[in-house]
């Protein structure tokens, strides 16, 4: 186990354990022998250190939950984590990415506990390339928007971090299939599919991301911290080289760009993030090719 300021040896909560991202975290939390306390709405099993409790944090009574969970972090991924999402339940995306985030926050600096909060790159407008942790967010998505509005409130906790995450990639570990198995099995079935070349992420592998926010709470680090890739890609690129490793055909993947297509909101065109400060944080971060995440993934 690493440097323990933030986790010690007491109980990590994770919600939204049943996600993609949340899968991977509750693998890394149980390598490191963190004892766990995993909320998701339905389907967890307790497994070893991992103990599961449903929790709705719609309906829940959040701070009574709280109490009884009685952990020394919490890892917050639960949300309405698509922009569609948010765009077509605004009312929801509101009460589970703010509203929940802000009552988490609430009792996390009242208790004095740390707490660990996922946004994204799509705080940003797009506008330029590489964004600083510094640099300032507008956001022109409600998903943006709602994740933006949240993160004031962590920064309020002494012990809050927002780890702003960039689009993530890799195969499920939660049973339930993501944007990333969906492309891939299309192409296995020998299906063409058209990506954006000219919209730009700095795209990062679950089990790095994972690794990430469980280091970064074992140190208890705190501000806002960009959690991504090395390379700044297109969906067209990151798609076409994990789709070569895996031994499938390329030219499957076709490149078409951003006019081609109307949107319902405005998408931002390049949310690259600058990493400096994640690097300095966590020089043992894996962040690996694209090529050697997917040679290294149990495929399904
Ligand atoms: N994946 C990415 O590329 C990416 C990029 C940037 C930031 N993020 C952020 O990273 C975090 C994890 O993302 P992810 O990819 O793991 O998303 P995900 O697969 O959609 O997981 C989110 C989880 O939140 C749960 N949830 C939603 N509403 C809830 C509620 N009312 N009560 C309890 N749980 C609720 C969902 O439960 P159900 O399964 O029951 O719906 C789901 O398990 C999110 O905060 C997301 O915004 C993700």
Known sequence: MGDSR??????????????????????????????????GRAGLQNRGSIQFVPVDLETADLEECLDQADPETVIHLAAISSAEGVRLDPERGR??????????????????????????????????????????????????????????????????????????YG????GKDAYFDRTIASLRRGEP?????????????????????VRLAELGSVGVVHVAGRERMSRFDLIRRAATALGLDPSL????????????????????????????LLPDIPRLAVETVMKLSTQP
């Open 6 to 39: 933030g986790l010690g040896n007491n109980r990590t909560l994770v919600t939204g354990a049943g996600g993609q991202l949340g899968a991977y975290v509750l693998e890394e939390l149980e390598r490191q022998g963190h004892p766990t306390v995993a909320w």
């Open 95 to 168: 009460l589970v990415n703010v509203e929940a985030t802000r009552r988490l926050a609430g009792w996390c600096a009242r208790a004095g506990r740390g707490l660990v909060f996922t946004s994204t790159d799509l705080v940003f407008d797009g506008t330029r390339p590489w964004s600083t942790e510094t640099d300032e967010a507008h956001p022109v998505l409600a998903y943006g928007r709602t994740k933006r509005e949240a993160e004031p409130f962590v920064l309020a906790v002494p012990r809050g971090l927002v780890a702003r995450l960039s689009l993530l």
């Open 171 to 174: 195969f499920s570990r939660s």
């Open 193 to 213: 599919l058209s990506l954006f070349e000219d919209e730009y992420r700095t795209p990062l592998d679950l089990g790095s991301a994972a690794f990430a926010l």
């Open 253 to 280: 993947v076709r490149a078409n760009r951003r006019s081609d297509a109307q949107f319902p909101e405005p998408r931002p065109a390049d949310v690259s993030l600058d990493t400096t400060r994640l690097a300095t």
